[in-house]
């Protein structure tokens, strides 16, 4: 027997069990979740966020939100890239729930929130490290005044 009859279906080569086992199909109900819907997007929303990609991930989901349910047949399809992202039942989960346009405005708001909460914290962030250093600086020019135009304070 040849190499390309033994492995002509690649189905009766996988371990039972193993990688190929319960990969659902048309019709099957999506796998149990780990986590319920709600956390599964804001998992996903704040990946997105703390990777600096909020902006460009509105743009994209909301010029792709009429394409849904071909956009989670293509997350399907890219599952054995993304794998390393994602556990399996939380990417399986996450490509089912993108079937929905409904799912696709709850992550383009849960993105918008945080994009924004991200955004006001760096601002105050900023504005405190700004009055630290202002604070800072008065401190050393009033330290520096104190002194007499010597130098040291020591008197010759």
Do not use: C, T
Not at 50 to 64: D, H, I, N, P, Y
Not at 134 to 155: T, V
């Amino acid at each position: 027997m040849s190499f390309w009859r033994r492995s002509a279906n690649p189905l009766e080569a996988a371990p039972p069990g193993g990688r190929l086992a319960g990969a659902g199909g048309p019709g099957e109900p999506a796998p149990p979740a780990e986590m319920s819907d709600e956390q599964l997007l804001d998992a996903v929303a704040g990946r997105l966020v703390r990777m600096r990609l909020g902006v460009a991930a509105v743009f994209f989901l909301e010029s792709v939100k009429p394409l849904s349910f071909v956009g989670s047949q293509a997350l399907v399809f890219l599952q054995p890239f993304v794998e390393a992202f994602l556990s399996v039942g939380s990417y399986r989960r996450f490509a089912h729930l993108m079937e929905d346009r409904k799912n696709f405005e709850r992550l383009i708001q849960r993105v918008e929130a945080l994009d924004e909460e991200l955004r006001l914290r760096e601002k105050r962030e900023k504005q405190e490290r700004k009055r630290r250093q202002a604070e800072d600086k008065a401190r050393r020019g009033a330290a520096a005044g104190a002194e007499p135009p010597g130098g040291s304070g020591e008197k010759a």
